[in-house]
């Protein structure tokens, strides 16, 4: 039919006026680009630790614990049954204790963990179910809580099954109204050593309808290496994929994860990054806080709270609630009850205490906090001598080197600068035999 340029234009101006918005809409937290944003617009990076809730219920003071030590996110761990289930009315509680603490409350399922390698695992699918069914409690929240569907959902077992998988859970929850952030770990227990979270990225985030999913990666020996840190997340920069750091830990070993170079390249690229994790490890050099003490934090727990690059200097609180506030207050270690202390320094001088955090049969784990005196100091050493037979067989956050008894420990490149009244600290594994008894210690300043 002939149509006059009077009709076509008419036709233009109602296609515009008739124009029917997508079936979604940016509700909460959402992703932009490569960016974590609130409803607002305003850019979020997660700046937190993960807290192992579903194994300590009762510690429900650790929220506020987190919290005071700096952090704007947690990362709370959930069972659907695998472990006791956290109940709705539980949930409701976290998320209300996040609330009250204003910090972003990114909830996970561990069920999935190591799901085709371990046999008591869940699958994704059983993980989305246990979503569905605390789905009352979680709508209404997009604006503060982040639904982690489930934790390093494939082990090391076939791990390409992870793709499908994801895909399906992603468009099982969406099917089924969620509107949050969603997050997925990658398989590999959750390090992506074969690279199949990073090879099929753009499949997994196509795969939401809203286009609102942020991938995960955890970061342990895989990445023992800055190049190894550096490579990978060069990829997802490189091709515009949204990406956080759901766990990691720190390299208290040469084996371990370097991370130095992650806290730089995370704060570098802005990118969220959620230590592993507060307390409560069976393997205790991974505890933040010693006995979920927030006033005796570990070497990790100080690194990871107060050094360079790290939560207390980096993190912004979200624009939810009500912009950012002033710094919190530091947290940090405190002496062990029979702690050595050196006599009161001179100016420019410091001191140094000895602190047995951990001990088993044969083994312990210590801990020297470094004290500046009245004037800042530009580097320190430390010095001690084992009377019974002691050694430490690997330290970290220090240069530790032994002679026959004698234990001398040198500051690292990032902790030797001290301001006034400053304070950093070192920790080491050791053996022992017969007993243990603390050292004498001696600090010196550069």
């Known amino acids: 039919m002939k149509r006059t340029i009077g009709a076509a234009v008419l036709a233009a101006i109602a296609s515009v006026l008739f124009f029917v918005a997508p079936a979604y809409a940016a509700t909460g937290l959402h992703v932009s680009g490569t960016d974590i944003v609130e409803a607002n617009g305003q850019k979020f990076v997660m700046r937190g630790v993960n807290h192992m809730h579903t194994w300590y219920a009762n510690q429900t003071n650790s929220f506020a614990d987190i919290k005071a030590a700096g952090a704007n996110t947690v990362r709370v761990v959930l069972s659907g049954g695998r472990w006791t289930a956290n109940s709705a009315s539980d949930v409701q509680n976290v998320i209300d204790l996040c609330k009250a603490n204003k910090m972003i409350c990114v909830l996970e399922n561990h069920d ?9 695992a869940y699958s994704l699918d059983q993980a989305v179910d246990y979503w569905i069914g605390l789905k009352s409690v979680l709508t209404g929240q997009e604006d503060y809580v982040v639904i982690n569907i489930g934790n390093e959902p494939i082990g090391n077992t076939n791990a390409g099954q992870w793709t499908a998988a994801t895909v399906a859970a992603i468009q099982k929850m969406r099917t089924n109204g969620f509107q949050h952030l969603l997050m997925v770990d990658a398989p590999n227990w959750g390090q992506d050593w074969q690279y199949t979270m990073r090879d099929n990225a753009q499949t997994v985030l196509d795969a939401d309808v809203q286009k609102n999913t942020v991938l995960s990666i955890h970061m342990y020996a895989v990445f023992n290496t800055a190049a190894s840190i550096v490579n990978y997340l060069d990829t997802f920069e490189n091709n515009g994929w949204p990406l956080v750091i759901g766990e990691f830990g720190w390299r208290f070993d040469s084996s371990q ?96 205490t000895y602190a047995v955090t951990g001990q088993w049969q044969g083994g312990f784990q210590g801990e020297v906090k470094v004290t500046a005196g009245a004037a800042a100091i530009n580097g320190w050493t430390v010095t001690w001598t084992y009377a019974n037979g002691q050694k430490v067989t690997n330290a970290w956050s220090a240069d530790v080197t032994s002679s026959g008894t004698a234990v001398t420990a040198r500051h690292a490149s990032w902790n030797g600068k001290l301001a006034a009244g400053g304070t950093t600290s070192f920790g080491f594994l050791g053996s022992w035999t017969g007993s243990n008894p603390v050292p004498s210690v001696t600090c010196t300043a550069a």
């Open 112 to 120: 999935t963990t190591g799901y085709g390698e371990d046999a008591a």
């Open 257 to 352: 994860v370097d991370h130095e170079t992650l806290l730089a390249e995370a704060v570098e690229r802005d990118l969220g990054y959620l230590g592993w994790s507060w307390a409560g490890n069976t393997d205790p050099i991974l505890d933040m806080a010693i006995g979920f003490d927030p006033d005796n934090l570990s070497t990790w727990g100080d690194r990871i709270f107060n050094g360079v690059n790290g939560i207390k200097a980096t993190a912004k609180q979200a624009s939810i609630f009500g912009g950012v506030q002033p710094s919190p207050s530091s947290s940090s270690a405190s002496p062990s009850p029979s702690p050595s202390t050196s006599t009161p320094p001179p100016s420019g001088g410091c001191t140094a």
